[in-house]
């Protein structure tokens, strides 16, 4: 069924939340239990569509994926197909991780390409040279990539391309690495933080990997992996979303679970706007509206997260002056912009650059969420907006974000999910 998000704004947020599992360290992680025989547990796993679809996805390439009680999954990966099924893997981008596990599992793997998303094309190249490099014979036809990893041995291998460097790639390569033969050396690794929780759960598995969290990863290959007891690290791109929600409204919102160092560049560039901010071990807090415009710049961790962009522009919304956001990862990142000037933002787009010209109010309309990030956006306008928003489309929330509706209620503010029949036919756009 439908439904529709219903805000009422100019509610300042209050209070304390906790931050999920991270949806982008769940996903390789689950992937990553297909390189053992072994019952891999994970803890702290957001209940997220994306999770669950992934669980389905492990399910039909033979694995055993349960989920005893909310948070927890157990993956045991017996017996496992080297086919993934194109039916699902592309409805599901994050699923081109699968690749690294089988191949290290198996030695062979067969996937789907997957096609671009609204936020712009997203190519494995990087990954398939990645494979290349270890001597692996990747073909690709009729839109399928198989790669036979007989020959492949322990290389060195680049992960760096034009826009930097890529996170499920460096996901991919450290997992085939752990089970082949010899040492690789990941150069131009992704530093994000996922990267690392991923490397922390195959060291419990008994690979031999080191270096995570700086651009070279070093693999020493292993004959196989055991299982093990994993708790993932919290959701740095949700966490930063509820601090968002907390500057956007000029409110006060500490978020629990948060490592203020996950979160990249993304604390100092608020505080540069004026929002202040605190932190400390396991918290991060925002208090208050910002002041000033500032530019801002994406980039791979640890610089400016670009799942944070769509969210830090509506914050700048509120920020008297001029501020520019430069997309370095994702050029045409920028969905959010249309439906973001239906609500009387004044932003002006020239390639991978917004300039925004904030200071002015918001006014609640319906608007259609694109995509999961720009989807956040629209919420956290709506919070600051007079009047009622509408956000439409809300699947592409349930992706990323756990509970936001009780989450944002928790901290003060007035919204309501509703089937979409629900929503005044004259506002509902044609779907
Ligand atoms: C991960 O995607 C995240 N997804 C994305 O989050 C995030 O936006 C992205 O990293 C960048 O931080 C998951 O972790 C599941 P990339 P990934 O490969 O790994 C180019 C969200 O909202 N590139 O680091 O697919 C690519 O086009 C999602 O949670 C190549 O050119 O991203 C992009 O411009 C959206 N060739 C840049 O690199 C390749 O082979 C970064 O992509 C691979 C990537």
Redesign the pocket.
């Known amino acids: 069924m439908l439904e529709v998000a219903r805000i009422l704004g100019g509610v300042p947020l209050k209070g304390e939340v906790r931050a999920a599992g991270a949806?982008?360290a769940a996903?390789?992680l689950m992937a990553a239990s297909l390189l053992s025989a072994e019952t891999v547990t994970l803890r702290g796993v957001p209940d997220l569509s994306?999770v669950r679809f992934m669980a389905e996805i492990l399910r039909h390439l033979g694995a055993s994926a349960e989920s005893p009680e909310p948070g927890v999954w157990r993956i045991r990966a017996a017996q496992v197909s080297h086919r993934t099924p194109y039916e699902l893997v592309r409805k599901m981008?994050?699923s081109?991780?699968l690749l690294g596990a089988l191949v290290g599992r198996l030695g062979r793997a067969e996937m789907a390409v997957p096609g671009g998303?609204v936020?712009?094309?997203?190519?494995?190249?990087?990954?398939?040279?990645g494979l290349e490099s270890l001597g692996c014979r990747v073909t690709l036809e009729a839109g399928a990539v198989s790669v036979d990893a007989t020959a492949a041995r322990g290389g060195e291998v680049d992960m760096g391309?034009?826009?930097?460097?890529?996170?499920?790639?460096?996901?991919n390569l450290v997992m085939a690495a752990a089970l082949t033969r010899g040492s690789t050396r990941v150069l131009n690794a992704?530093r994000?933080p996922?990267v690392s929780d991923l490397c922390d759960l195959l060291r419990k598995m008994g690979a031999r990997v080191s270096g995570d969290g700086t651009a070279t990863i070093e693999v020493e290959g292993v004959p196989s992996l055991g299982g093990a007891d994993h708790a993932i690290i919290a959701d740095r791109?949700e966490a930063g979303t509820y601090l968002a929600a907390g500057a956007i409204t000029g409110g006060d919102v500490t978020v629990r679970g948060a490592e203020a160092a996950h979160l990249g560049a993304f604390l100092g560039r608020l505080e540069a706007a004026g929002v202040e901010i605190f932190h400390g071990p396991g918290f991060v807090r925002a208090r208050g509206l910002p002041r000033r415009g500032v530019d801002v710049v994406t980039e791979?961790?640890p610089g400016f997260?670009?799942?944070l962009q769509a969210q830090f522009m509506a914050v700048q919304l509120m920020a008297p002056g001029v501020t520019t956001v430069t997309e370095k990862?994702?050029?045409h990142r920028f969905m959010h912009v249309a439906e973001l000037q239906r609500m009387g933002a004044d932003i002006r787009l020239d390639g991978a650059v917004a300039t925004v010209h904030g200071g002015r109010p918001l006014s609640g309309a319906p608007v259609m969420a694109s995509?999961?990030?720009a989807s956040a956006a629209l919420i956290l306008a709506g919070l600051a907006a007079t009047g009622e928003t509408w956000v439409q489309r809300l699947y592409h929330l349930d992706r990323?974000y756990e509970k936001f509706k009780e989450r944002l209620r928790g901290l003060g503010a007035d919204v309501v999910r509703l089937p979409q029949s629900e929503m005044p036919s004259s506002l509902r756009a044609e779907d």
């Open positions: 949806k982008n996903l390789p994306d981008r994050a081109v991780c998303c936020i712009g094309p997203r190519p494995i190249d990087l990954h398939l040279r391309g034009p826009m930097g460097s890529t996170v499920l790639g460096t996901a992704a994000e996922e791109i791979p961790h997260p670009t799942d990862v994702y050029p995509d999961l990030r990323g």
